[in-house]
């Protein structure tokens, strides 16, 4: 077993140590969705907005599978803080059943309602039979997705960011290798699109669930044979889900209200649709860092927590906001400088590069403030408050971000929209940071 103790040493020196292997890991997820933009954008616009269209809905499962994982690590992480390995192994265990429950909800409902759900997103009838293409073939992969994503946190749970990192580069060279054989065909290998693209994702994620579920097993003695009786079971899946449950729907709050951004978007046509899928994807990848300390953060939280240092955990917090902030302006500078480069490698359509162009010189200037969201949400539900961290998840995308960014679109159409996700942003973190503040206050002193 890999288990690094968190609750000793320098703060910076050891966030440095978990994000760092972090970063890697994110980016290469960020550039699994990258892959998939570039060689479906070769394929046509509809192609490219058919895949824009499927990117609000997938980010809500991964949203809930986020939850079951953010739980998962926050119950762990506290185990091994307690020195409490049994437990750890116990809660791995059924966390990773909790995510196959997930799997077959997910699978049913979302076969069911492919027509219906892209139509209310205003999928053209150009668009959705690309879209359903696409996801009949996506919602059989959520099996290959859920069970490696829970693995990998319980894995991070222990203080190895690592390993996980090492997964996800793995899927990310297979689904590069294959993105263009079964999207193009090559020799024998038929020309399969949009299906090719989606038929890449399953193998190489079910690569990462068999070398995921190798290392709990067998390197960190975390999956465990011994039957729980229902009392055990029902126990462990109800702690995970009073912080992944409300995890889970916060963070599905962000898709659905992208999803009605998206919907925003198609009322200005195809191209605006196309553009702000290639804009939120690029996005993602400038804000990589931050969703690495995010994930980094939760286990450092985790087993001080277990320990009662509040100290440690405030300083934590304060050195990552910190860091979030001179980040976040130097990668909105990269991107503002870029963004004509950018645009053109996704896209031979001047309309559609014209408008992602706009989105990245103006949504990137939240950037720093979106670390100090996303560090304040993870603090939370880690320290096991996640309604707090629901409510103003909520607060920030139905009172801030769709209102101020449809405010911006009848103002000035589709840049004023990019303004009005911006300012939503620094409304969201300002709430995070002086409540998060207060509750680490009030629990140091007691």
């Given at each position: 077993?890999?288990?690094?103790?968190?609750?000793?040493?320098?703060?910076?020196?050891?966030?440095?140590?978990?994000?760092?292997?972090?970063?890697?890991?994110?980016?290469?997820?960020?550039?699994?969705?990258?892959?998939?933009?570039?060689?479906?954008?070769?394929?046509?616009?509809?192609?490219?907005?058919?895949?824009?269209?499927?990117?609000?809905?997938?980010?809500?499962?991964?949203?809930?599978?986020?939850?079951?994982?953010?739980?998962?690590?926050?119950?762990?992480?506290?185990?091994?803080?307690?020195?409490?390995?049994?437990?750890?192994?116990?809660?791995?265990?059924?966390?990773?059943?909790?995510?196959?429950?997930?799997?077959?909800?997910?699978?049913?409902?979302?076969?069911?309602?492919?027509?219906?759900?892209?139509?209310?997103?205003?999928?053209?009838?150009?668009?959705?039979?690309?879209?359903?293409?696409?996801?009949?073939?996506?919602?059989?992969?959520?099996?290959?997705?859920?069970?490696?994503?829970?693995?990998?946190?319980?894995?991070?749970?222990?203080?190895?960011?690592?390993?996980?990192?090492?997964?996800?580069?793995?899927?990310?060279?297979?689904?590069?290798?294959?993105?263009?054989?079964l999207i193009f065909g090559w020799g024998s290998i038929p020309a399969l699109g949009l299906q090719g693209a989606a038929l890449a994702t399953a193998i190489s994620r079910g690569f990462t669930m068999i070398v995921s579920l190798y290392i709990l097993r067998y390197r960190e003695r975390l999956i465990t044979f011994v039957i729980?009786?229902?009392?055990?079971?029902?126990?462990?899946?109800?702690?995970?889900?009073?912080?992944?449950?409300?995890?889970?729907?916060?963070?599905?709050?962000?898709?659905?209200?992208?999803?009605?951004?998206?919907?925003?978007?198609?009322?200005?046509?195809?191209?605006?649709?196309?553009?702000?899928?290639?804009?939120?994807?690029?996005?993602?990848?400038?804000?990589?860092?931050?969703?690495?300390?995010?994930?980094?953060?939760?286990?450092?939280?985790?087993?001080?927590?277990?320990?009662?240092?509040?100290?440690?955990?405030?300083?934590?917090?304060?050195?990552?906001?910190?860091?979030?902030?001179?980040?976040?302006?130097?990668?909105?500078?990269?991107?503002?400088?870029?963004?004509?480069?950018?645009?053109?490698?996704?896209?031979?359509?001047?309309?559609?590069?014209?408008?992602?162009?706009?989105?990245?010189?103006?949504?990137?200037?939240?950037?720093?403030?979106?670390?100090?969201?996303?560090?304040?949400?993870?603090?939370?539900?880690?320290?096991?408050?996640?309604?707090?961290?629901?409510?103003?998840?909520?607060?920030?995308?139905?009172?801030?971000?769709?209102?101020?960014?449809?405010?911006?679109?009848?103002?000035?159409?589709?840049?004023?929209?990019?303004?009005?996700?911006?300012?939503?942003?620094?409304?969201?973190?300002?709430?995070?940071?002086?409540?998060?503040?207060?509750?680490?206050?009030?629990?140091?002193?007691?």
């Amino acid at each position: 077993m890999k288990r690094k103790d968190l609750t000793q040493g320098s703060v910076p020196r050891t966030l440095y140590q978990l994000t760092l292997p972090m970063v890697v890991g994110v980016l290469s997820m960020v550039a699994f969705n990258l892959v998939d933009t570039y060689f479906i954008g070769k394929l046509g616009k509809n192609e490219l907005a058919a895949l824009s269209f499927t990117f609000p809905v997938i980010m809500v499962i991964f949203s809930l599978v986020q939850g079951i994982g953010i739980g998962a690590t926050a119950l762990i992480s506290r185990s091994f803080g307690a020195n409490n390995l049994a437990k750890a192994a116990r809660e791995t265990t059924d966390s990773l059943f909790l995510a196959l429950l997930l799997v077959l909800i997910s699978v049913v409902i979302g076969l069911l309602t492919i027509e219906p759900l892209f139509s209310v997103l205003g999928a053209t009838p150009e668009v959705l039979p690309l879209v359903r293409e696409y996801m009949e073939i996506w919602y059989f992969t959520i099996l290959f997705v859920i069970v490696p994503f829970v693995g990998n946190s319980a894995i991070r749970a222990t203080g190895d960011t690592l390993t996980p990192s090492y997964i996800m580069v793995f899927a990310v060279l297979i689904n590069a290798l294959l993105d263009p054989l079964l999207i193009f065909g090559w020799g024998s290998i038929p020309a399969l699109g949009l299906q090719g693209a989606a038929l890449a994702t399953a193998i190489s994620r079910g690569f990462t669930m068999i070398v995921s579920l190798y290392i709990l097993r067998y390197r960190e003695r975390l999956i465990t044979f011994v039957i729980p009786s229902r009392q055990v079971l029902f126990g462990c899946w109800r702690a995970i889900l009073y912080i992944g449950l409300p995890t889970g729907v916060s963070r599905m709050i962000a898709p659905v209200a992208v999803g009605g951004v998206t919907a925003l978007m198609a009322t200005y046509g195809a191209d605006a649709v196309a553009a702000f899928g290639v804009g939120s994807r690029v996005e993602i990848l400038g804000m990589s860092v931050f969703f690495a300390l995010s994930a980094a953060i939760a286990p450092f939280i985790g087993q001080n927590l277990g320990q009662k240092k509040w100290d440690r955990i405030q300083q934590a917090i304060n050195q990552s906001n910190g860091f979030s902030l001179l980040w976040g302006g130097l990668a909105a500078l990269v991107l503002w400088l870029l963004s004509a480069p950018i645009a053109g490698v996704f896209t031979d359509s001047p309309e559609v590069a014209s408008i992602v162009t706009i989105y990245l010189s103006i949504v990137p200037i939240s950037f720093g403030f979106q670390g100090v969201y996303l560090i304040g949400s993870a603090s939370l539900n880690t320290i096991g408050k996640p309604l707090p961290a629901f409510v103003i998840s909520l607060t920030q995308m139905f009172i801030f971000y769709l209102p101020l960014a449809y405010l911006g679109a009848n103002i000035g159409g589709t840049s004023g929209a990019f303004v009005g996700i911006a300012l939503s942003y620094f409304l969201g973190a300002l709430v995070f940071f002086f409540y998060l503040r207060r509750l680490i206050e009030r629990n140091s002193r007691q």
